[in-house]
């Protein structure tokens, strides 16, 4: 007797219709193909997956473009026009103290010297040089000897000279000699107001100065002559008359010796010459 699950199964087909055993087989190689074709797209599908994740995790990778930014149209607000009237400004004490007018100098408020240390040194450019001169003469530089300055003719006053040396803080000479003339110029640096204080310090030994022997004279001749201040001092010791001029500039003072008959003019044209080489020492003019 058949096994029923046999017999079932037989039952099952009996009405059947098999397909020829070459059209089996041409539908088992199709199918192979498309199983082969579906696994091949798979595995190029996995290849730009990890390819496009190596892209974007290298550092070096492009970022993608940044839309342009939008600036809003700023109208210019024109600046407030500096005003050129002075203006009063608290002072550390709180009274007002004058500020100066646009363009103008810290130096020149006032007419005084700058509040800055002042310098060791002086420039060769602030003496005469050569082309303030007539021709002939030589130049000598360095310290100049011998009694020509003011402050030896003082030794013939009886009573005692004040000083022209107060805040000295530095010197330079020159002297200028010529077949027929010798010109000897001293300049000096002063701190604070010192330089101030030795024209005035130059008037008194002149006007107070009392001469040892009847005769003999020192006299201011010319006042104003050049630069801030400028003296033309002149004497008459024992006959021999002798001739200084002093011209102050700033923080700085020259004084000349000059021929012994200068005279006024002469002078005049002289200072203006020294104060305008005093300029390339001092920030005053």
Request: net charge negative.
């Amino acid at each position: 007797m058949p096994d029923p699950i046999f017999s079932d199964l037989y039952q099952d087909t009996e009405d059947l219709i098999w397909a020829p055993t070459e059209q089996v087989r041409r539908r088992g190689r199709q199918r192979t193909r498309r199983t082969q074709l579906a696994a091949g797209l798979a595995a190029a599908v996995a290849v730009a997956v990890v390819a496009t994740g190596v892209v974007l995790a290298r550092p070096d990778a492009a970022p993608p473009p940044v839309p342009p930014a939008t600036v809003d149209p700023i109208t210019p607000t024109p600046a407030p026009t500096p005003s050129t009237t002075p203006s009063a400004e608290p002072s550390a004490s709180g009274a007002p103290t004058p500020s100066r007018t646009a363009g103008e100098p810290a130096a020149s408020i006032g007419g005084g010297p700058t509040s800055r240390t002042p310098s060791r040194t002086i420039p060769a450019a602030a003496t005469l040089q050569l082309a303030d001169l007539p021709t002939g003469f030589t130049m000598q530089t360095g310290k100049v000897g011998g009694d020509w300055s003011l402050e030896f003719m003082s030794s013939f006053c009886v009573n005692e000279s004040p000083t022209l040396s107060d805040g000295e803080v530095a010197t330079r000479s020159v002297a200028f000699d010529s077949p027929t003339d010798w010109i000897v110029q001293r300049v000096t640096r002063h701190s604070g107001t010192s330089a101030t204080t030795v024209m005035k310090n130059l008037r008194k030994l002149v006007t107070g100065c009392e001469m040892e022997q009847p005769g003999d004279s020192l006299s201011i001749m010319a006042e104003s002559l050049g630069g801030d201040d400028g003296v033309l001092v002149g004497s008459d010791v024992g006959g021999r008359p002798g001739r200084w001029l002093v011209v102050r500039q700033g923080d700085l003072v020259a004084q000349l010796r000059l021929d012994s008959q200068t005279t006024p003019t002469e002078a005049r044209r002289t200072a203006r010459s020294v104060a305008n080489r005093l300029c390339a020492g001092t920030d005053t003019c």
